[in-house]
């Protein structure tokens, strides 16, 4: 099985502080910056166009398809600087919901646009990144050219007496020829070290400036919170629903193949020792008795069928001793701590049993393991559940392991699963679930 993190690569002996002034991401940054400028020129123009035609033209029937229009091209240049943001400050941002007319038609499409949120906030920033954009130009450029500038100043400090007439960068001056200049040999490099920590400021300098640009690019370009709520509550549903279909194909399957079809052959050995009873009454008491240890079996399979839909305790005594009880049938030992004041949700208690289940069910099959824990306990308005093993580790959510599908199952209820298992192990998975009491 595949390690459920990536290997992590090996780090660089230079402190991040010494190299930022020259990664990529800063000049990224910076470059993003300074390309910000000219399009956000270009868009405020746009925005105010459209914003002025389509006001002017309200008088007639001609304002309200120019807005459309209008907010259509906004959206157009959102997606043009979500791009933007994905290449140079590394922000993905997921594509607003694409408009839906209620049927084919030009005025259909024109109150789809204008109905649509998503498409007055692109209009918004265009307006609104303007304003940002010249004051991050300015003072990036500012602050970053003056810093390299300053700390190059020994380099280039003799352009003063040899072609502006004053002995080095004039810090102040009277007017009547008295001043003090930057050029001592202590003038020289202390402007230097200036510019160094200038330089090394910028980085953080730039990056502390495009923060506000990832803060519109995801608020004003993306889907709305209430979109996305919805789109997550819409896929959340459909793994609710393909889980239940799943679990009754399950239980299906195990009635027809196990308890049925014991069912059927029993009522055919008793059918057999009913012919049986009057001409060989041994034979028949033979055949009763063995129908009979059979009915015990299929009450054991019927048993075990409705321990995996709803175990009774669970219902009855809650989830300490139903965990107590499923790690009795671990094939390796486990050690069960369970410290909660009081019962969560039923659904909720269902949800952790399972998840608890399967978790111990690839500790038997697949960790290798000598001993394994289980630790419940409530942690604010979250249930928390610490299943660990001391096997070979390397468990992950892409090694068929059944975790991609807990890993959905719990996302249906708004929990998550958090796995920690290097190859050679120990193996951690961490569950988290809503209380819901």
């Not at 919805?230 to 194909?249: F, K, N, P, Q």
Request: proline letters at 5%; one cysteine or more; a neutral charge.
């Amino acid at each position: 099985m595949d390690s459920a993190y990536a290997p992590q690569a090996h780090a660089s002996r230079v402190p991040i502080g010494l190299r930022a002034p020259f990664s990529g991401r800063t000049w990224r940054e910076f470059l993003y910056l300074l390309i910000s400028l000219p399009i956000a020129v270009v868009m405020f123009t746009y925005a105010t166009a459209v914003i002025s035609l389509g006001a002017g033209l309200l008088v007639t029937f001609l304002g309200i398809p120019v807005f459309a229009g209008g907010l259509a091209g906004a959206r157009g240049l959102g997606g043009m600087e979500r791009a933007r943001a994905r290449a140079l400050l590394g922000v993905r941002v997921a594509d607003p919901a694409p408009l839906r007319a209620a049927k084919p038609g030009l005025m259909p499409w024109v109150g789809s646009v204008l109905k649509s949120g998503a498409s007055w906030r692109h209009l918004l920033y265009c307006m609104l990144h303007f304003p940002w954009a010249v004051f991050s130009f300015v003072f990036s450029l500012t602050f970053w050219v003056l810093g390299w500038g300053l700390l190059t100043y020994p380099l280039w400090h003799w352009v003063f007496p040899a072609y502006v007439d004053q002995p080095g960068i004039q810090v102040w001056g009277d007017g009547a020829g008295h001043g003090f200049y930057l050029s001592s040999s202590a003038g020289i490099w202390g402007t230097s070290g200036i510019g160094l920590l200038m330089v090394f400021a910028g980085p953080w300098v730039i990056h502390g400036l495009t923060q506000l640009d990832r803060v519109m690019v995801h608020g004003l370009l993306g889907p709305s919170p209430l979109a996305s709520r919805v789109s997550e509550l819409e896929t959340d549903r459909g793994v609710v629903v393909d889980t239940a279909a799943a679990d009754l194909r399950r239980i299906e399957r195990d009635l027809h193949d196990g308890a049925q079809a014991r069912l059927v052959a029993l009522a055919m050995d008793l059918g057999l020792a009913k012919e049986k009873l009057a001409e060989d009454p041994e034979a028949a008491a033979r055949m009763v008795d063995e129908a009979h240890g059979e009915v015990k079996t299929a009450l054991q399979e019927l048993r075990d069928l409705a321990r995996g839909i709803h175990p009774a305790i669970l219902t009855d005594r809650g989830l300490g001793p139903a965990l107590s009880a499923l790690a009795a049938r671990c094939t390796v030992p486990v050690t069960v701590t369970v410290d909660l004041d009081h019962r969560p949700a039923a659904a909720i208690e269902g949800t952790a049993y399972f998840t608890v289940s399967e978790l111990l069910q690839n500790v038997s099959k697949h960790a290798r393991a000598s001993s394994a824990t289980v630790d419940v306990w409530r942690a604010g308005n979250r249930l928390v559940l610490l299943v660990t093993d001391d096997g070979r580790g390397g468990a992950g959510t892409t090694t068929g392991s059944g975790l991609a599908g807990l890993a959905d199952r719990l996302a249906a209820v708004d929990g998550l699963l958090a796995i920690d298992s290097p190859n050679g192990g120990p193996t951690s998975v961490t569950a988290e679930l809503p209380w819901r009491s």
